[in-house]
């Protein structure tokens, strides 16, 4: 089992941008992938972006958002530019249960608690 914790969440303007910072422990981080889920109100979570070693996202964000990883930190980012306000939502970091690259919610075994963004427009 893996622990999660989030940073960086916060609220900024549309056209503005953020990083997330998740931090792992508990387990050998770099041989996992890792994961990024969105959760906006009144709809389901979804996956954002993955990494393992090589990276993945959702078309909803790909070119604004990048994610990244600092193995000997055992740290995964989320650089987040040129926010829209229907990013707004709560960031959760993911752990996956395998090196292999998985968008979906069951592949994932640790959750952190969370990271509100909220982009005003």
């Known amino acids: 089992q893996v622990q999660l914790v989030e940073s960086g969440g916060g609220l900024v303007q549309a056209g503005g941008s953020l990083r997330l910072s998740c931090a792992a422990s508990g387990r050998t981080f770099g041989n996992y992938a890792m994961g990024w889920f969105r959760q906006a109100p009144g709809k389901e979570r979804e996956f954002v972006a993955g990494i393992n070693w090589s990276t993945y996202y959702a078309d909803s964000v790909k070119g604004r958002f990048t994610i990244s990883r600092d193995n000997a930190k055992n740290t995964v980012y989320l650089q987040m530019n040129s926010l829209k306000p229907e990013d707004t939502a709560v960031y959760y970091c993911?752990?996956?249960?395998?090196?292999?690259?998985?968008?979906?919610?069951?592949?994932?075994?640790?959750w952190g608690q969370g990271t509100q963004v909220t982009v005003s427009s």
């Open positions: 993911a752990a996956s249960r395998s090196s292999g690259i998985s968008r979906l919610e069951a592949s994932f075994g640790s």
